[in-house]
């Protein structure tokens, strides 16, 4: 009999330990550990017939000279879906193994389902194993977004065995697995969902994919940290990590790439959620802008940075007396350490007033944004909301903000700059060193129909979009006083007359 080793694997993130552990000291996991049996090499070879010592297995794969290896690119596979296949990195490398997480509800099955469909209205056959649905739930799921295809299969199957029978017997073109969380093998003494399935199913689905050249995409559950369910090993066995993103009570949704051995992990696909499923956003500034306001403070347009495209965002903001002894500073779409900075920046700097003020943040359509050249967009719109002042909305900014309140250059400006001028925008008001590099002798210059504004300071820059500063005449006595700023916000003008005689009063 093989003789095998007792071990405990935490079910976070995969850690082993030679004992139980209450916390895991890895991933910090309370209670995560539960007893695993690994039967050794030496065991398994023994069971097999084979000596102890035996290294070698029937078909193992002889080295090869790098220099005899074939450098030849195979085509890749098309998915019908133009923003999946820029994630991809131009479309299904054959042989690549991709695994794909998102929140519960967020679209991932739809996705895949009619990416299945596509490859197989071009003529390849394709099986979808499903683990979490029959055969019925996926068919009715499949007329309602018009997937139904004569050479895709659905197998409802969650015994990774009996799935790569079927694999010998149709030979397809694409495999989907949805999910693995559900799959295991008779030979691992686990439940399915166990880091040891997890690992071992992976493991057996990447060498089939390798050794047929056939792509197999794998669903993932995700915890509530975000991050992929299961072992990281899971991360680094795959050669492709997409997360699919979005609020669920917003439409759009966000595919990015976080490991791709085929691709840039820069790119990202735009979709929206519709009833008859995911539909590709081929403009996704003109989508992010169309509901915006007119001739509202607060509101601003920035453009930041998605792999090798330009977006153009709405930034809203709300600057509101506070009740409480702290103001809040709340942030929707950006980081909110990145919102208690700007704010400090602004009133040191600028001497915008905001201690007594709430501030909240939101960046329309429920987009996360974490480039800095965002700061300035942002920056505008809490500017425009503490002066009750709207900005054109021709206009459009861009640029990092420092701590001694200098705007700093960004990447890739021209290609910001085509995408506001494709939309229609008049003005833009970018980092003077950018404005320079721009209107030298050596650039193209600006788009047409687009006039550059250039800004050293972010003083500079709300004097463009804003216009100069309100006078301490204009802003009242009550400026002069910080200790009685803001008292008069909100209030009737029998108050603020009433505070008038206060300050008046000799202390």
């Known amino acids: 009999m093989p003789r095998t080793k007792t071990f405990f ?65 195979a085509p890749r596979l098309h998915t019908g879906m133009g923003e999946l296949d820029r994630v991809l990195g131009g479309g299904i490398v054959p042989g690549s193994l991709v695994l794909i997480g998102g929140d519960p509800g967020i679209g991932k099955s739809t996705l895949l389902l009619q990416t299945a469909a596509n490859v197989a209205a071009q003529g390849g056959t ?26 895709l299969y659905v197998l409802a199957e969650t015994s990774l065995d009996s799935v790569l029978s079927q694999v010998d017997r149709l030979q397809p073109q694409l495999m989907i697995v949805d999910s693995i969380q559900t799959a295991y093998l008779e030979d691992v003494a686990s439940s399915p969902g166990n880091v040891a399935q997890l690992r071992e199913c992976t493991l057996r689905l990447m060498n089939l994919a390798k050794a047929r050249e056939l792509p197999i995409f794998l669903v993932g559950h995700v915890t509530k940290e975000g991050t992929i369910a299961g072992p990281r090993v899971l991360e680094h066995i795959v050669d492709c990590v997409l997360y699919l993103e979005g609020e669920r009570f ?77 103001p809040r500073r ?23 007033q905001l201690g007594s003020q709430d501030v909240y943040v939101n960046v329309v359509a ?25 900005i054109d909305r021709g206009t459009v900014a861009v640029g990092e903000i420092g701590l001694g309140g200098e705007l700093r250059t960004v990447s890739q400006i021209e290609r910001r700059l ?27 210059g600006a788009p047409v129909g687009l006039e550059l504004q250039g800004a050293g300071s972010v003083a500079e ?37 009433i505070d008038e005689s206060l300050l008046d009063e000799p202390l």
Request: aromatic share 4%; charged share 20%.
């Open 330 to 352: 709340t942030a929707v779409g950006i980081d909110q350490n990145r919102l208690a900075l700007l704010v400090a920046v602004l009133g040191k700097r600028l001497g915008l």
């Open 461 to 497: 820059a709300f004097e463009l979009a804003l216009g100069p500063a309100p006078t301490a005449a204009a802003r009242g006595r009550a400026d002069r006083r910080p200790e009685f700023a803001g008292m008069t916000a909100g209030r009737s003008s029998l108050d603020a007359l």
């Open 366 to 390: 429920g987009l996360k944004i974490a480039e800095p050249a965002v700061d300035l967009g942002v920056a505008l719109a809490i500017g425009s909301s503490a002066r009750e002042t709207p």
């Open 9 to 73: 694997t935490c079910q976070q993130c995969g850690a082993e330990a030679a004992k139980w552990l209450g916390r895991c000291p890895e991933c910090s996991a309370w209670n995560s550990y539960t007893e695993e049996a690994k039967v050794t090499a030496t065991a398994r070879a023994v069971a097999a017939g084979l000596p102890a010592d035996s290294r070698a297995r029937p078909g193992a794969v002889a080295p090869e000279r790098l220099a005899d290896v074939s450098t030849e690119d």
């Open 250 to 326: 917003y439409s759009y949704r966000l595919l990015r790439a976080a490991k791709n051995r085929f691709g840039s992990t820069n790119e990202i696909g735009v979709f929206e959620m519709e009833q008859g499923g995911m539909r590709e956003v081929a403009n996704p500034s003109a989508a992010f802008l169309s509901e915006r306001a007119a001739s509202t403070s607060g509101s601003a347009v920035t453009m930041p940075l998605e792999g090798s495209r330009a977006l153009l965002v709405e930034v809203q903001a709300l600057t509101a007396g506070t009740s409480f002894g702290a």
């Open 418 to 444: 085509s995408e506001a001028a494709r939309l229609g925008f008049e003005r833009a008001i970018i980092p003077a060193a950018d404005y320079r590099l721009l209107t030298g002798s050596r650039s193209g």
């Open 126 to 151: 394709v099986l979808y194993v499903s683990g979490e649905e029959s055969a019925r739930q996926v068919r009715l799921r499949a007329e309602r977004l018009e997937a139904v295809a004569p050479s």
